[in-house]
């Protein structure tokens, strides 16, 4: 049976902000509760779990055809394991202090949900290259939220931003709240971004809505 064809700029574009996994489908909330008190943690998880996903998402789409149903799920198992320790190992040996900022969380994208959920609710039923784009936007989706969330908590906690080496004093560190940088400071800040996003949606419905309705009535 062909994978059906699908818009790839839509497929590219939904992740980033309609479905964006983090803000709206509310997925990977563990790692980037754990490892956004800082920006540059936060971008550096959110990037190498893209990895993954695309790498993922390219093989399982590639060898779909091949693979029976009934074991797919351990295939897909056994492939995002094995991207998972490749990007280990390489990132413990080229960049030793990020590995060891990022913990275990580096090894805990093996059981990551959006890794997974695409995997298997996309890139089995399509084609590659809508495969991969779809991986891409879901990727750039996660890096946002992680950015926005490590940008937040980094500034509002230390009162300073370390953008990978540049370091910048954004006000006095006296007026800092060290709260949020804290586990705590990570489910407000979530909280607040998760309630500005679905406030938005819900405001863009309603002109939808009524926009529609008025189409209506003038017809």
Do not use: Q, W
């Amino acid at each position: 049976m062909d994978k059906p064809k699908v818009n790839l700029k839509d497929t590219f574009i939904v992740g980033i902000i309609k479905e964006n996994p983090v803000f709206v489908m509310l997925l990977s909330l563990c790692p980037v509760l754990g490892v956004s008190s800082s920006f540059v943690t936060s971008v550096s998880l959110g990037a190498l779990m893209g990895v993954v996903t695309v790498f993922t998402s390219l093989v399982v789409s590639a060898l779909s055809r091949i693979i029976p149903s009934e074991i797919r799920i351990p295939v897909i198992v056994t492939i995002v394991a094995t991207s998972v320790t490749i990007l280990e190992m390489t990132v413990h040996a080229f960049l030793p202090d990020l590995y060891s900022a990022l913990g275990i969380f580096l090894s805990l994208i093996v059981v990551n949900c959006m890794v997974f959920g695409r995997a298997e609710a996309f890139a089995m039923k399509n084609r590659v290259l809508a495969s991969v784009l779809d991986a891409l936007g879901m990727t750039f989706g996660t890096v946002l939220a992680f950015a926005a969330l490590g940008l937040v908590r980094e500034i509002l906690g230390t009162g300073a931003l370390n953008l990978f080496g540049l370091y910048l004093r954004i006000f006095p560190e006296v007026y800092a709240v060290p709260l949020f940088i804290m586990p705590a400071g990570a489910f407000i800040v979530l909280g607040v971004m998760v309630g500005i996003v679905f406030t938005i949606k819900a405001i863009n419905n309603d002109k939808a809505a009524a926009k529609l309705k008025a189409a209506k009535a003038a017809a």
